[in-house]
């Protein structure tokens, strides 16, 4: 059972472009939604989070939109760049006891910003 | 330093051994996860670590993994009697109070 279902498994974009991954959700106890970059050979960077009592999140170009009523959140890079090409993840959790927040993440999204 | 630290950074063995992980954790960070990042399953949390109390072991796949965590800091993760399947890039990260996880670079697990 897939829980958090990701998409598109690859994106192209060109440079200036919007980029826009889409992430579902299955389980509704899930309360924490992080998005992580990570580019090969190095491990999961943590991009941006957003908990579910607000609806958008934005940092420098990186947003995050959620909706609590379909299960799904999106991120959104605006003025995309060649240095942004990465594959990022989408992943959700809950509190599991103590500070446990261990993470169920998506498949992945290979994104490529052409120049 | 100031990031995750994860040795070694690639480790290549022979079907049957046995293999041990090691990860260090940023200054500070009470909560400790290791996960395994493959082609075919993607990220899979594997446990997690928080203090004294007992560790969350629910997504280790069989009772070949173990972990320990000593003196609330480093962490070793040990594979007995690695198979094909095993084969992965095994992350770790640590986080403050468990919600931002900051992961290490991991270590490539190659079995032969």
């Known amino acids: 059972q897939q829980q958090v279902k990701q998409s598109p498994q690859s994106l192209i974009v060109q440079k200036g472009g919007i980029s826009i991954i889409n992430c579902a959700y299955e389980n509704t106890a899930f309360d924490y939604f992080p998005w992580y970059q990570q580019f090969p050979g190095k491990g999961p960077a943590l991009l941006i989070a957003?908990?579910?009592?607000?609806s958008e999140k934005k940092e420098g170009r990186f947003t995050i939109s959620f909706n609590k009523s379909a299960k799904q959140f999106s991120l959104h890079i605006m003025d995309s760049q060649p240095g942004d090409s990465a594959t990022y993840f989408c992943?959700?959790?809950?509190?599991?006891?103590?500070?446990?927040?261990?993470?169920?993440f998506g498949k992945g999204t290979l994104l490529t910003v052409n120049p | 330093g100031a990031g995750v630290s994860q040795s070694p950074s690639n480790k290549v063995t022979e079907k049957g051994k046995d293999v041990e992980l090691r990860c260090d954790p940023i200054s500070g960070h009470t909560a400790l996860y290791w996960y395994r990042q493959s082609l075919g399953q993607g990220l899979e949390f594997l446990i997690y670590?928080?203090?004294?109390?007992?560790?969350?072991k629910s997504g280790l796949p069989s009772d070949r993994f173990s972990a320990e965590r000593t003196g609330g800091s480093v962490s070793t993760l040990t594979i007995q009697r690695t198979q094909q399947e095993d084969s992965a890039v095994y992350l770790c990260?640590?986080?403050?109070?468990?919600?931002?996880?900051?992961f290490g670079d991991g270590t490539r697990l190659s079995i032969l």
């Open positions: 957003i908990r579910p009592d607000v």
């Open positions: 992943a959700a959790s809950r509190n599991s006891g103590g500070s446990n927040y261990k993470l169920t």
């Open positions: 670590f928080q203090g004294n109390s007992a560790p969350d």
């Open positions: 990260a640590s986080s403050l109070q468990g919600l931002a996880q900051h």
